[in-house]
């Protein structure tokens, strides 16, 4: 059985404690407090920075890493003798398929099977909500320079409540004339790693105020790390949009 658990990702490391296994972390990364309770832990960098020979030194049964990783910096963790579980989810069917994974690597398959059923039944509740109104064209903007659309589990999440995800496919590098051709009536504002974000300056691109979301007022910044970190914060997630796509809606 797995004790001592190194976490490269927050959305790992938000798993691992949403299971109940806080106990087995022995580091975690300096970004992970924005999804859990993390003090008293040792803080390493995630995979795309990582010190191999600072993890290694914490003596951890498995390292956890996740996208966005370099090769290298995995290759670094394996010479120096550590097991690596990379994920590399893609879809909300991978995020909880890992979600179970890492259940049964701790031997608590249940905590994760049930958590699992929470946040499907949580997604659930808003896609019956959204049932009937009107279908809204939405781009989610993860990055702006170079402009990269939202992960491809933030594009399900948008389509099950009732929008529609623009343009398509999701997570990669796109042209602003890609999002002035698709008119989005709503922008949801989500940089990855940043925590306070200005919708505004989304708004005052040259060429944007054609846009019908710039035009109605409705660009919307949200807590991103609720949507681009895959574990159990999606449930937050999936607020964060509804209420950009509901505005008038009560939670």
């Not at 924005?34 to 020979?53: F, K």
């Not at 890493?65 to 590399?88: F, H, M, Q, S, T």
């Amino acid at each position: 059985m797995l004790k001592r658990i190194a976490s490269l990702e927050p959305s790992v490391t938000a798993t691992l404690i949403a299971l109940g296994q806080r106990d087995r972390l022995v580091a975690v990364t300096r970004f992970c407090h924005r999804l859990a309770d993390v003090e008293g832990l040792p803080q390493v960098d995630n995979t795309w920075s990582v010190d191999a020979a600072e993890v290694a030194a914490l003596e951890p049964d498995l390292v956890v890493a996740g996208v966005p990783y370099r090769a290298g910096k995995v290759d670094e963790l394996l010479k120096a003798g550590l097991d690596v579980l990379c994920l590399y989810p893609n879809s909300l069917a991978d995020v909880y398929r890992h979600i179970c994974w890492l259940g049964r690597l701790c031997d608590v398959p249940q905590q994760a099977d049930a958590l699992v059923e929470k946040m499907r039944l949580e997604l659930a509740v808003l896609q019956a909500r959204a049932a009937g109104r009107p279908r809204q064209r939405v781009y989610v903007e993860q990055w702006p320079d170079p402009l990269m659309n939202g992960m491809p589990w933030v594009a399900e999440i948008v389509e099950a409540l009732g929008g529609e995800f623009v343009p398509r496919p999701g997570n990669r590098r796109i042209s602003e004339e890609e999002v002035i051709a698709a008119d989005p009536e709503v922008i949801l504002v989500n940089w990855a790693g940043v925590e306070n974000i200005n919708p505004a300056r989304v708004s005052a691109r040259p060429g944007w105020e054609r846009i019908s979301a710039v035009r109605a007022g409705r660009v919307v910044a949200v807590n991103e790390i609720a949507l681009n970190a895959p574990g159990p914060n999606l449930s937050e997630g999936m607020w964060e949009v509804w209420r950009a796509l509901c505005p008038e809606e009560t939670a």
